[in-house]
């Protein structure tokens, strides 16, 4: 294939691949205006958000595993086709069930379309260099254009209703698609692989259990037992699943995999890189609407600094991993995100540069880690698997997502409920202790003393619990960082004493 073939084969595929880690995050954005104008409550704005996550990283292992075996184009190019018609129809929804419908369809699309990404990526590109810069190159969108979805969404909220963030998706798909059918060469696919349709329902089932308890857990107002039922249906299915994959001579997951350190490394720091990015993206974009009094595209353009410094640093990256050891760059990215929350925690109510400067950081730091986690998943398993290596990355990106934006959403909003006062004399509903987002709605009701006096109650509330969720995953990071740091040293141990 001639050098010009390859890397238009990388542009079509980094195109697909922007699409569905921005439509992670473009919502952020959104979010406040789809929430007044659809009625979502706060759990219904969550599984908005989740269910896309979600049931991308349960459709994963299947679609990484169809694709070996059907061939990557296609799988590639029938996901474009249901990507579109989900963000059609997502465009569009009357109400916030149908919303999720349409997300969830969107993440069928998405999940058929992202191992194919990587794998195409290491079929396409035989030498060694070209493919760690290609695969840092992919890294960097992977992070960088998840920081893209807010300033995007605030862009077309400027001029254009809500649904605007879904159309975008159809130009590019469309390109995308035609592209694919000209450039992307064709891989036959190794019919004998069989596809376990039901290990996949039973990862499914054991993620959207685990998260449901989290959030019922953390809701204000929710069912212990309700909890404890889908902490205890999450765990069962998971356990399930393992044996299934262990007895099975064509698993979803080779379990093996991750007795390489290298890659199991590769697979927590993609796990805690889109576990921080996720959440935080999520709670800051929405403090700077909520609390500062930000626009949509004001939000976005505020944070442009995360992904402009993770599309540098991939790329970069890339192009040294060949010279170092990849777990010491994972543990230096994941150390200096950690130390980017650390200033932006310092900063976040004090001036505009040191804000900057920690988002930036932060993601410098994922930018790093992503490239050399997907460098270390894709080089450290057989090339006859690289469907199923691309598919666990992409279910650590994805599960990181998901849990990062539940768990961070909900604690958020478990803090803020706990910390709210509202003024005495007040009669509102207790909605208010939910969200700061019900509160503002309930406040322009009110008069304008007491809306106004409502108004800083709930932004004093959220601002304490932002304080406390960025002092969080400021130590997660750091205590990531010195975790894979230690399991590389142990690794290096063993190797030695053989």
């Known amino acids: 294939m001639s050098t010009f073939k390859r890397w238009m084969v990388l542009a079509i595929v980094s195109s697909a691949l922007l699409l569905i880690v921005m439509d992670m995050t473009i919502l952020y954005t959104a979010l406040p205006s789809l929430t007044h104008d659809l009625g979502a409550s706060a759990s219904e704005k969550l599984w908005i958000l989740n269910g896309y996550s979600l049931v991308m990283a349960g459709l994963l292992p299947a679609m990484g595993t169809l694709g070996d075996r059907l061939g990557y184009k296609k799988i590639f190019s029938l996901g474009l086709v249901v990507f579109t018609a989900a963000s059609l129809t997502a465009a569009f929804s009357p109400v916030p069930l149908i919303l999720v419908a349409?997300?969830?369809?969107?993440?069928?699309?998405?999940?058929?379309?992202?191992?194919?990404?990587?794998?195409?990526?290491?079929?396409?590109?035989?030498?060694?260099?070209?493919?760690?810069?290609?695969?840092?190159?992919?890294?960097?969108?992977?992070?960088?254009?998840?920081?893209?979805?807010?300033i995007v969404g605030g862009l077309l909220?400027?001029?254009?209703?809500?649904?605007?963030?879904?159309?975008?998706?159809?130009?590019?798909?469309?390109?995308?698609?035609?592209?694919?059918?000209?450039?992307?060469?064709?891989?036959?696919?190794?019919?004998?692989?069989?596809?376990?349709?039901?290990?996949?329902?039973?990862?499914?089932?054991?993620?959207?259990?685990?998260?449901?308890?989290?959030?019922?857990?953390?809701?204000?107002?929710g069912s212990p037992t309700l909890a404890v039922a889908g902490a205890a249906i999450g765990v069962?299915?998971?356990?399930?699943?393992?044996?299934?994959?262990?007895?099975?001579?064509?698993?979803?997951?080779?379990?093996?995999?991750?007795?390489?350190?290298?890659?199991?490394?590769?697979?927590?720091?993609?796990?805690?890189?889109?576990?921080?990015?996720?959440?935080?993206?999520?709670?800051?974009?929405?403090?700077?609407?909520?609390?500062?009094?930000?626009?949509?595209?004001?939000?976005?353009?505020?944070?442009?600094?995360?992904?402009?410094?993770?599309?540098?640093?991939?790329?970069?990256?890339?192009?040294?991993?060949?010279?170092?050891?990849?777990?010491?760059?994972?543990?230096?990215?994941?150390?200096?995100?950690?130390?980017?929350?650390?200033?932006?925690?310092?900063?976040?109510?004090?001036?505009?540069?040191?804000?900057?400067?920690?988002?930036?950081?932060?993601?410098?730091?994922?930018?790093?880690?992503?490239?050399?986690a997907s460098h270390s998943i894709m080089n450290y398993a057989p090339p006859y698997k690289a469907g199923m290596a691309a598919s666990i990355e992409e279910v650590a990106y994805e599960m990181g997502g998901a849990t990062g934006i539940a768990i961070i959403g909900s604690m958020s909003a478990l803090v803020y409920s706990l910390a709210i006062k509202v003024p005495s004399g007040l009669n509102v509903p207790a909605v208010v202790r939910d969200s700061l987002d019900e509160a503002l709605l309930v406040a322009e009701s009110l008069p304008a003393p007491a809306a106004e006096a409502l108004q800083e109650a709930g932004r004093a509330a959220f601002d304490q619990s932002f304080f406390v969720i960025i002092a969080g995953v400021t130590v997660f990071l750091l205590v990531a960082s010195l975790v894979i740091g230690l399991a590389g040293g142990r690794s290096r141990e063993k190797a030695a004493a053989k």
């Open 102 to 150: 349409a997300r969830v369809l969107l993440a069928v699309g998405a999940s058929m379309m992202m191992p194919a990404t990587l794998s195409i990526i290491r079929v396409t590109f035989t030498n060694e260099r070209e493919l760690a810069l290609a695969i840092g190159i992919w890294g960097s969108i992977a992070s960088g254009g998840a920081g893209l979805g807010p």
């Open 157 to 221: 909220l400027e001029h254009f209703w809500w649904g605007a963030v879904f159309l975008i998706n159809l130009p590019i798909a469309i390109i995308a698609l035609a592209l694919t059918l000209i450039y992307v060469p064709r891989h036959e696919g190794n019919k004998a692989k069989k596809w376990d349709l039901i290990g996949s329902i039973q990862i499914m089932i054991a993620m959207v259990g685990l998260i449901y308890s989290i959030k019922e857990f953390t809701r204000r107002g």
């Open 236 to 372: 069962l299915a998971l356990i399930i699943f393992i044996r299934r994959q262990k007895q099975s001579s064509s698993p979803l997951i080779d379990l093996s995999l991750f007795k390489i350190t290298r890659f199991s490394t590769g697979f927590m720091t993609a796990l805690v890189g889109a576990f921080a990015q996720m959440g935080i993206q999520y709670i800051v974009t929405q403090r700077l609407q909520l609390v500062e009094g930000m626009s949509p595209l004001q939000a976005g353009l505020f944070t442009i600094s995360i992904p402009v410094a993770a599309l540098i640093a991939g790329p970069i990256t890339g192009s040294i991993l060949h010279r170092y050891d990849v777990i010491h760059i994972k543990t230096l990215s994941l150390l200096i995100a950690g130390v980017g929350m650390g200033v932006y925690l310092t900063q976040f109510n004090a001036g505009i540069a040191g804000q900057i400067v920690g988002l930036a950081l932060l993601g410098a730091g994922l930018g790093a880690g992503m490239t050399a």
